[in-house]
Structure formats: structure tokens, C-alpha cells
């Protein structure tokens, strides 16, 4: 039944988003325990502040891989443009709240760009475009990556969706989840606290 292809999509999904690369990396390169360093987060830019360009990029790419995917094996089990949609919003979610590393995971920005890129590519470049511009100016990685969702949001909603509201819902999901995964970062840029680009912890 197609109803058990997409609980299985969303299952593996899940467990691939669960699978850190951060932690990986650490691990087998004798870095830090993320889960103790910096911002305690076990995502990309975590990984750059604490363990220097090269294995924060891999971090990265490891990340955006595993939601891409995620969201191959949403259209294999279902066939359908939703399953992708499914997938790519579990891989982020298990990114998040990983099962295999005690539900303490990263803020899915990596995996979001993975699935932005699987799902609307041509909005996610131009999401991509200008979320460079404003980290290159701003040098604050999370005000690029809350405009990059909340733009990415707009623009498929605006030009791509066709009123379909799953869609929209699907979106709006993803950018609320990101915006409040970066509470804490909000905070301190309130207070002006925010770590900038290139700081190291």
C-alpha cells in the first residue's frame, strides 16, 4: 500500500538524517566532542569553529548528502513529488533530533539546503545566492541561514507552489523549524553577542 511506502520513506529518512556527521568526523579525526565544544551543536558551523575549514566542510557536505538521500529514497518507495517533500523533512528533522546521539543534533541547515536543492533547485540557488551575500556581509552564519529559509519559503510558495498548500505547509514547516532551532543565536544577536564568521571557539 502507498501508505506504508511513505511511513517507510519517513522511517529511513529519519534514521539517515540521525546519522551526525559531525560526530562522525570528530570522532574519527580526534576532534572534540561537538556535543561539548562552542555552541554545542553538532553541525557545520560548530564543526568549522572547532575543528578548523576542512573538516567543517566535510561536516557540510556530509550533511547535505544524507538529506539528498533521504529524499532519493522518498521518490524510490513512493513515486511521488510528496514522498520526496516527506523525506527531506524527516532527514532534517532526524538531523535535529537524532536517535542514535541521544536526540542532540544540529540546527539542519546543511540538510535543508540538501533537500531545498532536491525539491526546487532553481529557488534554492537563488536562496543559496543570497544567503552567501549576507553571511560575506554580515559575517553572522545564522542570519544568513534564517533569511535563506524564510526567502525559500517565499519564493516557492509565490512561484511554485500553485496553491497547493502542503507545499506551502511543507515550507513554512522547514522554516519555522530552522528560525527555532536558532533561539539562542537570536538572543545574543539582540544583545549583540553573536559570534561572527570566522571566530573560533
Same mark, same amino acid.
Given at each position: 500500500?502507498?501508505?506504508?511506502? %511513505? /511511513?517507510?520513506?519517513?522511517?529511513?529518512?529519519?534514521?539517515?538524517?540521525?546519522?551526525?556527521?559531525?560526530?562522525?568526523?570528530?570522532?574519527?579525526?580526534?576532534?572534540?566532542?561537538?556535543?561539548?565544544?562552542?555552541?554545542?551543536?553538532?553541525?557545520?558551523?560548530?564543526?568549522?569553529?572547532?575543528?578548523?575549514?576542512? &573538516?567543517?566542510?566535510?561536516?557540510?557536505?556530509?550533511?547535505?548528502?544524507?538529506?539528498?538521500?533521504?529524499?532519493?529514497?522518498?521518490?524510490?518507495?513512493?513515486?511521488?513529488? %510528496? @514522498?520526496?517533500?516527506?523525506?527531506?523533512?524527516?532527514? /532534517?528533522?532526524?538531523?535535529?533530533?537524532?536517535?542514535?546521539?541521544?536526540?542532540?543534533?544540529?540546527?539542519?541547515?546543511?540538510?535543508?539546503?540538501?533537500?531545498?536543492?532536491?525539491?526546487?533547485?532553481?529557488?534554492?540557488?537563488?536562496?543559496?545566492?543570497?544567503?552567501?551575500?549576507?553571511?560575506?556581509?554580515? &559575517? %553572522?552564519?545564522?542570519?544568513?541561514?534564517?533569511?535563506?529559509?524564510?526567502?525559500?519559503?517565499? /519564493?516557492?510558495?509565490?512561484? %511554485?507552489?500553485?496553491?497547493?498548500?502542503?507545499? $506551502?505547509?511543507?515550507?513554512?514547516? $522547514?522554516?519555522?523549524?530552522?528560525?527555532?532551532?536558532?533561539?539562542?543565536?537570536? @538572543?545574543?544577536?539582540?544583545? @549583540?553577542?553573536?559570534?561572527?564568521?570566522?571566530?573560533?571557539?
Amino acid at each position: 500500500m502507498l501508505v506504508l511506502r %511513505y /511511513i517507510l520513506a519517513a522511517v529511513i529518512a529519519y534514521l539517515l538524517g540521525s546519522i551526525s556527521t559531525g560526530i562522525i568526523v570528530s570522532k574519527l579525526s580526534g576532534g572534540p566532542d561537538l556535543h561539548t565544544v562552542g555552541s554545542k551543536s553538532t553541525g557545520a558551523t560548530n564543526a568549522l569553529r572547532t575543528m578548523g575549514k576542512k &573538516r567543517g566542510a566535510i561536516v557540510f557536505l556530509g550533511d547535505v548528502f544524507k538529506a539528498q538521500f533521504a529524499c532519493l529514497f522518498g521518490w524510490l518507495l513512493t513515486g511521488q513529488f %510528496y @514522498g520526496v517533500m516527506l523525506a527531506g523533512l524527516m532527514a /532534517i528533522i532526524g538531523h535535529n533530533w537524532p536517535v542514535f546521539f541521544g536526540f542532540k543534533g544540529g540546527k539542519g541547515v546543511s540538510s535543508t539546503v540538501g533537500v531545498m536543492l532536491c525539491t526546487f533547485p532553481v529557488a534554492a540557488a537563488i536562496c543559496d545566492v543570497v544567503t552567501i551575500a549576507i553571511i560575506a556581509l554580515t &559575517r %553572522y552564519v545564522s542570519v544568513g541561514s534564517m533569511c535563506m529559509v524564510t526567502l525559500f519559503a517565499l /519564493i516557492v510558495s509565490i512561484f %511554485y507552489a500553485g496553491g497547493d498548500w502542503l507545499i $506551502i505547509l511543507w515550507t513554512v514547516v $522547514i522554516a519555522v523549524m530552522c528560525i527555532a532551532r536558532h533561539h539562542a543565536n537570536i @538572543g545574543r544577536l539582540l544583545q @549583540g553577542k553573536e559570534n561572527k564568521l570566522g571566530s573560533r571557539k
